[in-house]
């Protein structure tokens, strides 16, 4: 959520911290992602930028976005 909004206390030390850290894979759920949209969807401002943020995520390779049901032991029949 730092990263996301700018407003945020910790926000310029996590944009450094990305620049620092250089290419990462980062694994979550699609739960969290749906989470960070559901926080940002009351802020217009942000809203726009969780969706781009949250799209990119997904059409990327950065970021694996795991199915919840996968990080319990169950498997993905369909994608």
């Known amino acids: 959520m ?16 990305s620049r620092r850290a250089g290419p990462v894979r980062i694994v979550t759920t699609d739960e969290v992602l749906t989470e960070v949209l559901a926080f940002c969807s009351s802020d217009e401002g942000l809203r726009g930028d969780a969706a781009k943020i949250v799209r990119g995520i997904l059409a990327g390779q950065a970021v694996r ?14 994608r």
Do not use: S, T
């Not at 976005?65 to 369909?78: I, S, T, V, Y």
């Open 2 to 17: 730092a990263l996301i909004h700018r407003k945020d206390a910790r926000h310029k030390a996590v944009v450094e911290w």
């Open 65 to 78: 976005a795991m199915p919840h049901f996968e990080q319990e032991g169950f498997n993905a029949l369909f």
